[in-house]
DNA sequence: TATATTTAGTTGTACATACAAATGAATCGA
DNA sequence: TCGATTCATTTGTATGTACAACTAAATATA
């Protein structure tokens, strides 16, 4: 009995995965895009010619979304794809390079409003919880 | 520069909502439907004639999610819908009922999973920390 | 070298979820 | 009591995400 939702990690965890989702998509809305495009981009901008494989490692999603995702952002004019035998790099564009400014903005602007609710010691921890169980739970 | 991804609560979220609703999903098999949908039959169970607002607060899930999920409950012929002026009260039938100590076994076999990859204590900790921080960003 | 296996990416499809707009019931203020 | 507002729900539509099946390239094995 009790809550049996309180205690369940899948629940919870979820649960504060939309609260932070809707977060984010209102901060990142000035950049046209959501959160995820947006720390994509800069990923490919950091590391110019990123295989898909790579950047769908770092970003820990399914190589058929990443797929879809830079489909996307090369549809907006923000990337380019090369095919490079069987993998295929990714490089920005001008335009897409002449965005990093304004998505590390809306990345700061989301980490101050988060941080300002929960305090910046206990939201660095609780990312850095988050990371290490993700990891263990992966294997 | 760094990692920004490690450090961004909206990512790491995310990236754990992701690895434990693979989880969930997989326990859940037996039970020929998604977590979410076990959470919920169970607190239809637990409170036969709840209405669709008050099942969607505990669930903390859009108004119009919740009326997918009930359609979707009602088609597998687990639950009833009986307006109630402007509320729909939901309450299980046999067959739902049928289905409670299965979805309990499979919420007991991910608990048992989880908990013996992070440990018991951790695993607890953590569901209380995002319970925690997801009431303080909702207000 | 020829075949088998592995690896990277894409495509079709499905699902959880949300928002905005619409509907219809209940309540409140004049 | 009537019109305005609020509230619960539904419906249309969109998005992030995944898996399975497929293709094509690379590597390993015989």
């Given at each position: 009995m009790g809550d049996f939702l309180k205690d369940c990690l899948y629940f919870t965890t979820n649960r504060l995965s939309r609260v932070i989702t809707k977060m984010a998509d209102e901060e990142f809305a000035t950049t046209g895009f959501s959160p995820m495009y947006g720390y994509l981009l800069l990923l490919v901008i950091r590391?110019?010619?990123?295989t898909q494989k790579k950047l769908a490692d770092q970003l820990d999603i399914a190589p058929s979304t990443l797929t879809r995702f830079i489909e996307k952002l090369e549809g907006k004019g923000l990337v380019n794809r090369t095919a490079q035998g069987k993998s295929v790099l990714v490089y920005p564009t001008e335009n897409g390079k002449a965005l990093e400014e304004e998505i590390r903005m809306a990345s700061k602007r989301l980490h101050n409003r988060y941080e300002q609710i929960l305090g910046k010691e206990t939201a660095g921890f609780l990312s850095k919880e988050l990371v290490r169980s993700s990891d263990q739970l992966e294997e």
């Open positions: 590391d110019p010619g990123s």
